[in-house]
């Protein structure tokens, strides 16, 4: 299974699938960032309750950001999570004033290149 896969499954309503598909890449890459995000992507768009907790997503969402400090889609789902989902004003603006600087910083960087 793939991201793509997982992703349709989702689009098709087949949340529990995909969150299984998605549980099992994680166990077999638990270091993988990307993944983490995916998973908490799944668990903050499922239609129901039955599923993991929002704290569980936001725990995926802290490992990525842990695992890979420099992830933009990681920083970048920190900032809405805290802003929409879990809404914590102060976190959302942290997670956002990080994400717009590392964004500035990278901008710079291709000025320079360019």
Same mark, same amino acid.
């Given at each position: 299974?793939?991201? /793509?896969?997982?992703?349709? %499954?989702? #689009?098709?309503?087949?949340?529990? &699938?995909? @969150?299984? =598909? ?6 077999s ?27 569980? /997503?936001?725990?995926?969402? %802290?490992? #990525?950001?842990?695992?890979?400090? &420099?992830? @933009?889609? =990681? ?10 989902v ?8 942290h ?20």
């Amino acid at each position: 299974m793939n991201i /793509a896969t997982v992703t349709q %499954l989702a #689009a098709n309503g087949k949340y529990e &699938e995909a @969150l299984a =598909a998605v549980d099992s890449m994680v166990s077999s890459n638990p270091e993988c960032a990307c993944l983490l995000v995916h998973k908490a992507r799944l668990i903050m768009v499922q239609p129901s309750t039955a599923g993991p907790s929002l704290s569980e /997503a936001e725990m995926c969402l %802290l490992r #990525a950001r842990e695992l890979d400090s &420099e992830s @933009l889609e =990681a920083i970048e789902e920190l900032a809405h999570f805290y802003d929409a989902v879990l809404p914590s004003k102060e976190k959302a603006a942290h997670f956002a004033g990080i994400f717009i600087a590392d964004v500035n910083k990278r901008l710079a960087k291709i000025r320079e290149i360019g």
